[in-house]
């Protein structure tokens, strides 16, 4: 009887890490708009509001080869359904099902690991998305690699608006909307 249940328990040890390494870990703070329930205002700041966002978990995964390889990274606050989007041909189909139940941000990188497009939902069935824009030399969005190989992407992110540096000091985002560390397995 012993020998049956350590049996099971190094079976289970062996097989928890395979689990645990489909997601990784994501920090920080940052804000996302969301529609005001039932609002018709024709002002932005009325039909929107400012929500907190602070992602638990990241991941990526790669797809394609050479110049049409493409990379995602995705960070969101609660478990995100990774074998829904391994499963899917369509990415963008996977992150529409997602928006109503998952606040997230999703990256797709170019081959050259470039932002191409950046997605954003508040979970409140809207998804948004943007490019990068450059005000004075600050780009809205800014990622950092600190490891980046075959199985992990690990990293910062930035992202704001505007730049309200001073000449002689560091660049500074008017508004900042996400300042954020991932350590994201490379999911297949």
């Known amino acids: 009887m012993r020998r049956h249940v350590l049996a099971v328990a190094l079976a289970l040890c062996s097989v928890l890490p395979l689990v645990a390494q489909d997601v990784g870990t994501a920090s920080g703070k940052g804000t996302m708009k969301r ?14 509001k400012t929500v907190d966002f602070s992602p638990r ?21 609660k478990q995100p359904p990774v074998k829904e989007w391994l499963a899917s041909e369509d990415k963008m189909n996977v992150l529409g099902l997602w928006k109503q139940k998952l606040p997230f941000i999703a990256m797709s990188l170019d081959s050259k690991m470039a932002v191409a497009y ?16 450059v005000a004075n030399g600050l ?50």
């Open 35 to 48: 529609a005001v329930p039932g609002s018709t205002s024709a002002k932005l700041d009325e039909a929107y």
């Open 57 to 77: 978990f990241a991941f990526a995964s790669r797809e394609g080869k050479g110049a049409d390889a493409e990379t995602w990274i995705v960070l969101t606050e």
């Open 118 to 133: 950046y997605f954003v939902s508040s979970g409140d069935g809207l998804v948004s998305s943007e490019g990068v824009n």
């Open 139 to 188: 780009e809205s969005i800014v990622l950092k690699f600190q490891a980046r190989d075959a199985k992990r992407l690990k990293g910062t992110l930035r992202t704001g608006v505007g730049n309200c540096s001073k000449s002689s000091g560091p660049q500074v985002y008017c508004e900042t909307t996400g300042d954020f560390t991932f350590d994201a397995p490379i999911v297949r």
